[in-house]
């Protein structure tokens, strides 16, 4: 079998194997690639940053262990910026796999920055019912979620005794695996008047272009190069998030070393397959004619 | 008989269809209620679905095991699987080893689900990486006009999204036109253009597609038109 | 000489606050107060301009006045009073002793829980510290029966106090206006002072509201709309009371009464700039500017919500247009519809699938039944069923949601019957997995892995899954027809399978494999329904390179 057949029928368990080195690697070994910012992911930035400090902003963490990679990063980012800002945090999740996701990150977080559960953040939990939840809340917060996620009354919190129901908060960021977007649009960030944004997983993040264009949402995180993305921006401007141990940014940049590897590996042998598909071709044509 | 198997589901189609239409456009206490009490059923109706679930679930699998079909042993593994899991989430006391009982924090049900369950569902998620690799060396050639565009879109998309994209466009040379600086190439900004121009134009021509398909098959539900969802065939 | 720098010193701090006080903040003008025009007399909403740019720091606040009908809406009965006092000193007399215990076995377990850190800062034996976390278990369920018992006896006053409504939520708010009331309070602020710079212009929106419906020129007024107001607590609000547990509220957030008359102020507010030469002054905390008299209104309940509109003409043009050409259909059922590759290859798939003797695989996406996807997808399988019935071939359908399942296993059986082979329909075949996305897709992979189905149809909606189930399909060699509306899987599919339908094609396929006059007509109407919606992007497109701009267009396409 020469080259080129052996290229056409390659197994896929090969590319399997070299996906899996190629990921493995960089994550070992670091490259440290420089990573660029985009329009859509320093709208974000600018802002959430260009919010008078000590705003409410509502965390929406709509995704499971599944996304962790991709979304994780972005959560830690957004809280510690959040926090860096001094912004309030209410924080909740519409995904039943999400909650110890939030509670490790906002934990982490919340104790690097010194803020208190209840006065500078609090976290709602998780609750069924994608459209009936966020409905709820632009009538009521502490309505809607009596308790928090460790079971204290809301009604009492030092944080929803200005903040009554979303239409009080200054901004929603939705990070969503699945089809949450749509909903804090239609529900919450629309009607109420309240600009958002949403970080969501690579392969949805085209989806949701026609959202950004129409101005529903200020910006667009996809995947883990947003989450990079957003890591550099935030590391840009506040060098000091970088500092504590354990570091609440970067997590992202250093995926990206890995994706970068995979994406380069995937494009290559594209090249390489069509060269061979080519070559295939054009022996078969002159197979043809000599018959 | 026949009745309650034609003509029943559709009148109810049809009074509850024009019902939540209506109660759209009116903003009152009454039509939030409505609403409320609807999905209160779906609720509801879906809980004890889930018996229905469960017991086919159970039945499929004692079937294998007894036919011996292939792969019946997994369907032990399901089973245990089944029986474990309810049973740590039923069960009123604390298992040996956890503080907790049933779902609660510390309890095994717990447990299970972040140390076996999650991991599970995060490998599934990951293997996706890999299908995809393969799947584009497999599919993508140029085979035609519309492949190669594909082709050449998919190449610039995966370039642009990672450092690396940015590293080879900073490489090329830059000119000027007017105040802007550009690159020969520049991966960043031909992806922000595929994903804003192409991407979103034909994303909003198939959805509004599909909502104006939504919109007809609604009405042809709601009429009685279309019936095959109640098994009904023509 | 100390003392005269001093006195000269708080001249000029006097100088320097007193303009920057009286010119920081603009003042509104152009108040009015209104009804909403769209919602069910719950809200009010203002309306002004600003004279000048609001500074960061100025702010806003409206405040109700309490009047005669407010307190008298908030009235308890006799009976309602009555029924609160018994409850009440039922629950005082249930509740003592548990109370008292609960939090005697709070103290215990927080003991404990720092006895366990301790041990394990401490790096104590391993014995040890498991004997310390076993304490501290302990100590935690008790505390936690007796708050479970402290709860169940809240839920039962909650439940004999409620008739229709909270009767202590209404008795505490009847009492908080009075205490304000006799404390010579009578503005009651709906919410905290926001900041100017933060209201919306709901400009091209304005006649949504009762207030300034004549004309559009307003286009640059601001709009807040409020539907609750914030009721003090006059007293301390403790965490809980101390007799019966239950919780004090700082603040009742009161949902205003439709049909009452509030009389409404706005107050606006200013920093007090931090004074170099002045360091002991009070900076930064906001200072009332002025307060503007707006006006009186009650809010009203409508019958039909204005911004809806166009949606409803829409509506009713979209569904006339499909309706006419459903009736045309009948007198003349021979209407021409294009080819679909997808669904013209179905029998193709089932007939390979016969040939090899092994059995069909269909899947109706992972939503629920209530999703018209979902709907798509059953239809489809109620069609496809007879054909495989007509080949006597195998059919497996596995299942996310048992409703669906439920409905599949209908419909396929009418699909064997239809096709006079009831015999040979399988409702074991028909199954449900589990409701979980991965473990579905994991369970479904297996199946094609071991069972390599000959043909596999993934029709309905599919999240990230999509390439999952394609690629492994692709890979046993297995035809594949996808077809689905979740736009972002679609390049998934139209890589991995043979054939994919497109949005409205998994819709458009019922009709098509069914060749059934009526169904066709929809088809037909959603047709020109489509080419309406096209010439309006069109015209608008064009308008926009003119820069041109048709209001009634623009109508037409936003909320009102």
Known sequence: MDFVTLILNLDRKIIFACVAVLVAWPLIWPLSMPVGTTPEVRSIFSAVDALPNGSDIMIAADYDPSSKPELQPFLYSMLAHCFEKDHKVHILTLWPGGPALVQQAVEEVSKQYGKTNGTDWCFLGYKPGNAAVVGGLTNSITGTYPTDFYNRPTANMPIYQRVQSVKDCDYIVDIAAGATVEVWIAFASAPENVPMSAACTAVSAAGYYPYYQAGQLDGISGGMKGSAEYDVLLMDKYPNVQGGAPRVAGNAVKGMDAQSAVHLFIVLSIILANICYFIANKRQREERRTA | ?234 | MGMGKRILACMAAVLVLLPVHAMAVPAPADVELGDVANDDGSALAVSWNWNGTPAESDLFSFEVRINEQLLDHFALTERQQKTLTDARSWLVGQIADVLTQRDAAKAEMDAAQSALDQAILDKEPDGTINQKRHEYWQKYRVHKRLDHQVNRLHNAFSARTYAGEDLRLKALTWEFLNEALRSGKEWISVADPAPMASVGTRGDRSDLFGVNSASRADAGMLFYTFDTISVPNPGTADSSDEATGLEQFRAIPVRLVPDIEYQVRMSTFGTVPANPMFPEAEAGGPQLADVVQIGTAAPIGNAFDKSKLNNLIFALLFGGIILTFIILARRNPNMFIRRIAGLEAVDEAIGRATEMGKPVMYLCGLQSLSELSTLAAINILGRVAGKIADYESDLIVPNRDPVVQTVAQEVVKEGYATAGRPDAYREDNIFFLTDDQFSFTAATCGIMMRDKPAAIFLMGYYYAESLLLAETGADTGAIQIAGTDAEHQLPFFIVTCDYTLIGEELYAASAYLSREPMLLGSLKGQDIAKAFMMAIILLQAILFIFSAQWDVLRDLVTPL
């Open chain 2, 1 to 234: 008989m026949i009745f309650l198997k034609r003509q029943l589901p559709i009148i109810i189609a049809f009074v509850a269809g024009i019902m939540m239409w209506i109660r759209y456009y009116i903003p009152s206490e009454v039509s939030t209620n409505l609403v409320d009490g609807y999905l209160e059923w779906v609720r509801i109706i879906v809980g004890f679905a889930a018996i229905l679930g469960i017991l086919s679930l159970l039945q499929h699998h004692m079937l294998k095991i007894r036919m011996k079909r292939p792969g019946f042993a997994f369907s032990y593994v399901t089973i245990a699987a089944f029986i474990m899991m309810t049973a740590a989430g039923f069960l009123p006391f604390a298992f040996p080893g956890f503080a907790e009982k049933n779902m609660e924090t510390g309890s095994l049900f717990n447990w299970l689900y972040e140390y076996t369950f999650i991991p599970m569902q995060a490998t599934m998620f990951s293997v996706l990486a890999f299908f995809i690799a393969s799947a584009a060396f497999r599919a993508f050639r140029a085979r035609s006009m519309e492949a190669t565009l594909l082709l050449v879109a998919a190449i610039i998309m995966m370039v642009g999204r990672v450092p690396i994209g940015d590293l080879i466009s900073n490489a090329t040379p830059a000119f000027m036109i007017g105040q802007n600086e550009y690159h020969l190439i520049d991966f960043e900004e031909w992806t922000g253009w595929l994903l804003n121009v192409p991407n979103a134009a034909a994303k909003r021509g198939i959805l509004l597609g599909v909502y104006l398909s939504q919109i007809a098959i609604s009405i042809r539900i709601i009429f009685g038109i279309e019936r095959t969802y109640m098994g009904g065939g023509d």
